[in-house]
């Protein structure tokens, strides 16, 4: 797997295709090719942030205020069973309906993003700690470490990410932190193979080696030069990285493997409630609010997170 | 072009006349090719000649209508009467590939690095000649045998990247030369193969052309390469032909000041091994809102005052010894001018003049 | 190309046994192994019942529950440290061996076969509808770069990579199924066309997402490959332009796609867990939901193994398929 000391032509070229692979988990690849009829990405076009990122942040603002806040904001109960009549159609009371037990659709909707952007949040930071701090030691060790580094992540990629899911929540206490742990574990590869890459670049360069002729030790290498420049590349994909443990999220709660309890109301648990034939048929807003305010969430996320990913030019590490 | 004077006046195989090609860009507009005109006749060879930049490939992928869409293109090409430019967009079939083909600088990746060596040879000839696929991989074989390919038949089966780049480059000219076409655009064919084998190809490639009667535009940046494998050259400075004329008259009577330069920045074989060439000192110009003065002036060991008023013109007639230059070299103007320079230590555009200026006074 | 073979054929042998070995520490060491063999009845107190009255016959039940509790001990080696267990696991794999689910006392090796047909012709078709679609969606977008309609698919697309596979498949069975009737709402199985007809829907859903990514692989890739000395020389040989873009573009450009192909079949099988539940499709998705849910773990372990084997064998194979692609990679 990956290499033995220094990247051999073969052991980059894997490597590299490895790289690719996990560009899928970006889910989004670079919007833009490079131009057919001359240069790429250019300069000027890609420090552009435009009115769509904009609109983007203001909608992931609006979505972390409304999932911090959700309790104490005007939303009527989100758990309270036969607030009104069940699978009634939006009205000027219930904005989104209510669904087969009677209960809000919008508050549940909205209190539905505490559970995704908690998840999110804490798996893409887990992520970043624990695959940055991996990645950054084996790209900058090199030898063994490197090798057994390598061949973990390997190992976590070689599980389909929604089963390697289950094989955690099936054997645990579905409480919100084991859900986010395991899903933050799903992240620890891809940020790690990206830390690694860029502290392999980075590692080489001359400031790298001045200090260490300046006589600086190993730690204070890896903090002050190393950690610095790895962390641009790992913050600009933080958004894109987001929008897939949200996603994970849903899908888990879609399967009835997310956070236990009534009290844990998550998108994915509310579209398989209003997934039922007959309540798809009679009762379309029970499932398609959620479906829309999770789709122009994550949309949000790719999109601001393209945005930025573009923004600071990473390009090859994208995981 | 010195065509045959006893019958009528022939009619050029291609000619081209007035050709600009502009490249819009995001820094401004690349004006690529200026007015290029010249014409070739049946079974001759025209070297086009000039540094990296000039404008060569540029003016060759026109010809082959080989641009990127966004290409702006003025000025008529005709093959054997017909519009080029017309046929390329009605999309003829059967014109390029047959009448006329390309071979391009480098063999490493003018090559499909997935299909068989063969196959690309053969794909020609089923497409334009309807050959059956044994066949044309028969006939690919033979055309890798003419073209002095060791062991055709095991080649055949050969990936591009199994094989040297001297051979490489035999594969491209076989492909090129499969369907018989009467006309050959080689641009710098043997600049990126080793240079052992540089002259071998050059010879093998003329001999194919003198066989097969096909006329030839030879593309090079060195005006070595033309010496004796050109019927007329042409050299081009900042997407014009500053200078044409038969090969004969052109190497011992030039006129131009870059003609100049660039026959004395020629390796000769009798030069010492560590022998320092003159390259011409100075880059190319910037081809974004160029100046309205001849280009070469900042590099130009003649340039005058009057040199930079203007762009001057090709003088006169298509097919006789033109040339655009204000102070000539090997004439009464050019020596003045030189002289002139000389005694100032600098020219007008500001180039300092250390030593011997060349054979110019 | 011997050498690499061995080599990729090392490290998918140690793949599989650390990710064998994973699943399996999973399984024994977060939470109980006991409990997750035998259920509830782990909790019995067998010490207290074997010293109760023998006579007593309220304790019958619980004496006959804790025979089976000893029984499981036995057959599954509790009393061996895990790696002794894992080892004797593996070797009852080979045999064809893989456990009895404690729900229902079925051989799980049956239940695979069973449903895994299902779930490999839903696969088969989602890849089918992906490079059916992304193939000439990529090949228009590319010939035609950055034009309106190069530009529509990429909004098109982005929009689709958004879309999680369960909100995309309740959309989907709601509009052409529910309101438009075109498709059938639920698994049928009592013709093959009938069958395959009922997996449109669900194989689209899977592979539309998937279509938009190898879509804008295919694209960036093929515009660089348009771009290449190759094509030029091949647009010189006079070949006409859709001629060049499918014998000498395409494959080349490829390279991407093959590389992704490995790992979303992996999110496509995460995926068809989800779109099994939405249309009642009895496969090996819905199975092993059915069984976490039920903490029936023999069938969970079992089939979390086939399926990462069968992802690592997968992305093998993938790899090999590189050398197809580029003869290249052969020599090196
Ligand atoms: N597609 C293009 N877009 C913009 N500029 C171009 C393009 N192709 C060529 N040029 C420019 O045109 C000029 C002439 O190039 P070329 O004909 O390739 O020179 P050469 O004489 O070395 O073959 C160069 O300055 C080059 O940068
Ligand atoms: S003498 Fe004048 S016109 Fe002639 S090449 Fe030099 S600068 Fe140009
Ligand atoms: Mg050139």
Avoid at chain 1, 181 to 206: D, F, H, K, Q
Avoid at chain 3, 55 to 75: G, H, I
Avoid at chain 3, 166 to 175: Q, T
């Amino acid at each position: 797997m990956s290499g033995d000391g220094r990247p051999s032509r073969k052991g980059r070229a894997s490597r590299q295709r490895l790289l690719r692979r996990f560009r899928v988990f970006r889910l989004v690849r670079s919007s833009k090719g490079p131009e057919p009829d001359g240069p790429g990405e250019n300069e000027a076009v890609r420090r552009r942030l435009g009115v769509g990122f904009w609109l983007a942040v203001v909608w992931l603002v609006v979505m972390a205020f409304i999932a911090l806040f959700a309790p104490m904001l005007p939303f009527a109960d989100p758990t309270k069973v036969g607030y009104s009549g069940p699978r009634e159609p939006p009205s000027a009371g219930a904005w989104f309906g209510t669904d087969a037990l009677g209960r809000d659709v919008f508050s549940r909707t909205m209190h539905g993003a505490r559970i995704s952007l908690a998840v999110g949040g804490f798996a893409i930071v887990f992520g970043m700690v624990v695959g940055g701090a991996l990645g950054i030691l084996a790209g900058y060790f090199r030898g063994r470490l490197d090798q057994a580094v390598g061949f973990t992540f390997f190992v976590l990629l070689s599980f389909p990410a929604l089963v390697l899911a289950i094989l955690i929540t099936a054997t645990l206490e579905r409480s919100l932190l084991v859900v986010s742990l395991t899903i933050g574990i799903l992240a620890v590869a891809p940020v790690g193979l990206l830390a690694r890459a860029s502290t392999l670049v980075y590692a080489e360069r001359e400031f790298v080696a001045a200090a260490r002729v300046l006589g600086a030790r190993n730690g204070r290498i890896i903090v002050r030069e190393l950690l610095p420049n790895v962390v641009i590349p790992m913050g600009a994909l933080t958004l894109l990285g987001m929008a897939v443990a949200v996603v994970a999220e849903g899908s888990l709660a879609f399967l009835g493997l997310s956070v236990a309890g009534d009290e844990a109301i998550s998108w994915g648990k509310m579209i398989v409630d209003g997934a039922g034939l007959r309540d798809l048929q009679n009762a379309t807003h029970v499932a398609m609010f959620p479906v829309a305010v999770m789709f122009v969430t994550v949309l949000a996320l790719n999109f601001a997170g393209d945005r930025i990913r573009q923004y600071f030019d990473v390009k090859e590490l994208a995981f | 072009m010195a065509p045959d004077q006893t019958t009528a006046a022939p009619v050029p195989l291609l000619s081209v006349r007035d050709l600009h090609v502009r490249f819009p860009t995001e820094r401004g507009t690349v004006n690529a090719v200026n007015g290029v005109s010249f014409d070739l006749y049946e079974g001759k060879t025209l070297a086009i000649v000039g540094e990296s930049g000039s404008g060569k490939s540029v003016t060759a992928k026109t010809l082959m209508n080989l641009l990127p869409r966004s290409a702006l293109v003025s000025g008529d090409v005709t093959y054997a009467g017909q519009d080029v430019r017309a046929l390329a967009a009605a999309g003829t079939k059967h014109f390029f590939g047959v009448q006329m083909t390309m071979v391009f600088q480098d063999p490493m990746t003018s090559l499909n690095p997935v299909k068989r060596v063969g196959e690309q040879i053969a794909e020609t000839l089923r497409y334009h000649l309807g050959r059956s696929r044994s066949a044309a991989l028969e006939e690919a074989e033979d055309l890798l045998d003419a073209v002095g390919m060791p062991e055709p038949a095991r080649r055949v089966m050969q990936y591009p990247h199994e094989l040297s780049g001297g051979l490489r480059q035999r594969v491209v000219i076989a492909m090129a030369l499969a369907c018989q076409p009467r006309l050959l655009i080689a641009d710098e064919p043997t600049t990126a193969v080793d240079v052992t084998v540089q002259k071998h190809l050059l010879d093998l490639l003329d001999e194919l052309r003198r066989d097969r009667g096909m006329a030839m535009i030879l593309i090079t940046h060195d005006l070595g390469v033309a010496h004796g494998r050109a019927d007329d050259v042409a050299v081009m400075y900042a997407g014009r032909i500053v200078e044409t004329a038969d090969a004969r008259t052109l190497f011992v009577d030039m006129r131009h000041p870059y003609t100049e330069a660039l026959l004395r920045s020629i390796p000769r074989i009798d030069d010492p091994v560590h022998h320092r060439l003159d390259p011409i000192p100075g880059r190319p110009p910037e081809l974004i809102s160029p100046p309205d003065a001849c280009a070469f002036a900042p590099r130009c060991l003649y340039a005058q005052a009057d040199c930079l008023d203007g762009v001057p013109e090709l003088s006169g007639l298509v097919g006789l010894h033109r040339f655009a230059c204000l102070h000539p070299t090997g004439t009464e103007r050019g020596v003045a001018a030189a002289t002139a320079n000389r005694a100032a230590g600098v020219t007008v555009a500001g180039l300092p003049l250390t030593g011997d200026p060349g054979g110019a006074g | 190309m011997a050498r690499f073979f061995i080599r990729r054929l090392v490290l998918l042998v140690a793949v599989l046994f650390a990710v064998t070995f994973l699943g399996f520490s999973a399984m024994n060491f977060l939470g109980d192994p006991l409990f997750n063999v035998v259920g509830l009845m782990a909790e019995l107190d067998c010490e207290a019942i074997e010293a109760g009255s023998a006579e007593d016959p309220s304790l019958d039940r619980a004496r006959s529950d804790c025979e089976t509790v000893a029984e499981a001990r036995a057959t599954y080696h509790l009393d061996r440290p895990v790696p002794v267990r894992y080892l004797l696991w593996v070797g009852d794999m080979f045999t064809g061996d893989f456990g009895t689910s404690f729900q229902n006392d079925q051989p799980v090796a049956e239940i695979i076969r069973e449903k895994l047909p299902e779930t490999l012709i839903l696969l088969i078709m989602a890849q089918i509808v992906s490079l059916g679609v992304a193939i000439p969606w990529g090949v228009v977008a590319a010939y035609r770069a950055n034009r309106a309609f190069d530009r529509g698919s990429t909004v098109a697309s982005f929009g689709l990579l958004s879309i999680p596979n369960f909100a995309l498949g309740v959309v989907l069975l709601y509009l052409l199924s529910l309101r438009w009737q075109i498709f059938p709402s639920a698994y049928e199985s009592d013709s093959v066309v009938g069958l395959v007809f009922s997996m449109v829907l669900p194989a689209a859903t899977l592979g539309l997402p998937l279509a938009a990514s190898y879509q804008r692989l295919l694209r960036t890739d093929l515009i660089t490959t348009l771009q290449e000395d190759f094509v030029h020389m091949a647009r010189a040989k006079g070949l006409p332009p859709m001629r060049i873009m499918f014998r000498h573009a395409l494959r080349p450009s490829l390279f991407s796609v093959v590389t992704v192909f490995g790992v979303s079949t992996g999110a496509m099988i995460g995926g068809s867990l989800v779109v099994e539940q939405i249309f009642g499709i009895p496969g090996i998705g819905r199975e092993i939901v059915t069984a976490v849910v039920r903490d029936d773990f023999p069938v969970v372990l079992a089939i979390v193994m086939l399926v990462a084997c069968t992802f690592v064998i997968i992305n093998f194979v993938v790899d090999l398929f590189y050398s197809w692609l580029d003869p290249r990679v052969r020599a090196r």
